[in-house]
């Protein structure tokens, strides 16, 4: 008996390509038989995990028999106080990038439209076509969002406009104004889905802060993490913030029990740890001066970026750096995937990591 397994998946899912992740260390040790190997790839927290996480963390590890608290009541009643809005407005996801799949299964199918510029985050198009639905994508301004463009391009049938701010993979921003004036454009029946998963990093005096629109714009749902400022992108946990009526349809479709044991209390734990935070936060300024200050000294472009990471251009195609740089132990992120084949991005690590790239890459180019 045969089964034509690929016939029987949906069109949508028929067409998409895999989620390429970076490449993990005990990968690359296994291909070329290195023992030190650095990776800035991925957007990860250097310091490795706040200790009074990881203290919570191993403290829940008792209760691995039982079910996580589906609500997650302590982690929303924590957020909702620091936050300034209510427990009823959360929408908790397996990471940021759960919600946006959850936005997608709840306002998109066949006959929609999704909105969203070129070289944003590559969960949006995975989203949007596994659901069905019609992907509209502007082209890019300056690397960044046109947002006179997305305006433009919402059609009657568009329900969702997504926007990073700042931009994965390349860490450029929207500024309040420029914001502003997007959502008064926007018609009431199309979601906004601000993606701030690098907030704590965006230091700008105009960045906007996307839940202080809400109370203006109802359509809005603004998405954060855990995963990045504060240091849990093992455990995997982020949520949503928009109105009550919003997160509850969200969470109709939320799968019980989405956010583990260990992360709830991990979650909770680091958001006490406010040295941690500004460790974190200082860590990257430093280092961000650190790389850019490197690559002005090699000659190279790059995209002044508000995340934990910066895009680097090259002369020519990034491919043969990229490789070249993981024999030297450096595993950074190639973005052609992104339309972007002449960048890579470089997360930003502690001085010695940042150091080790940029003597890595200098090495390379000189070959």
């Known amino acids: 008996m045969s089964c034509d397994v690929f016939a029987l ?13 970076g490449k993990p260390i005990e990968e690359l040790q296994r291909e070329l038989g290195l023992s030190d190997v650095v990776k800035l790839a991925s957007n990860e927290n250097p310091l490795g995990p706040s200790p009074l996480a990881l203290a919570a963390a191993e403290r829940a590890l008792k209760n691995l028999h039982l079910y996580p608290d589906a609500s997650g009541f302590e982690l929303k009643k924590k957020l909702a106080v620091k936050l300034g809005v209510s427990e009823q407005q959360f929408t908790l996801g397996n990471g940021s990038n759960d919600v946006l799949d959850l936005i997608a299964r709840t306002f998109l199918g066949p006959g929609c439209s999704a909105v969203f510029s070129q070289h944003a985050f590559i969960v ?32 009657a049938d568009t329900r969702v406009v997504f926007i990073a701010n700042p931009n994965n993979p390349t860490g450029n921003y929207l500024n309040r104004d420029e914001l502003s004036a997007f959502l008064a454009q926007v018609p009431n029946h199309v979601m906004v889905v601000l993606d701030e998963a690098y907030i704590e990093f965006a230091a700008a005096d105009d960045f906007p802060d996307g839940l202080k629109f809400l109370q203006s714009y109802p359509n809005i749902i603004v998405t954060r993490t855990f995963s990045k400022a504060y240091g849990l992108a093992g455990l995997r946990i982020g949520y949503g913030i928009s109105t009550a009526e919003t997160a509850d349809l969200l969470n109709r479709v939320r799968a019980p029990f989405n956010v583990s044991v260990p992360a709830l209390a991990a979650a909770l734990a680091v958001l006490d740890d406010e040295d941690y935070l500004q460790r974190s936060q200082q860590i990257n300024r430093d280092g961000m001066v650190q790389i850019c200050q490197g690559l002005d000294a090699l000659g190279l472009r790059y995209i002044p970026s508000l995340g934990n990471f910066i895009a680097v251009e090259l002369a020519s195609d990034a491919m043969s750096v990229y490789q070249a740089l993981l024999r030297e132990g450096v595993i950074v992120r190639p973005v052609g995937v992104y339309q972007m084949p002449k960048h890579l991005r470089v997360s930003i690590g502690l001085p010695h990591e940042n150091k080790r790239f940029l003597d890595a890459l200098k090495k390379v180019l000189s070959v």
């Open 124 to 155: 949006y198009p995975i989203a949007v076509q596994a659901v069905g639905a019609r992907a509209i994508v502007t082209p890019a301004k300056n690397w960044g969002h046109d947002l006179a463009a997305m305006a433009a391009a919402i059609e």
């Open 9 to 21: 998946a949906n069109a949508g899912v028929r067409g998409l390509q895999p989620y390429q992740p």
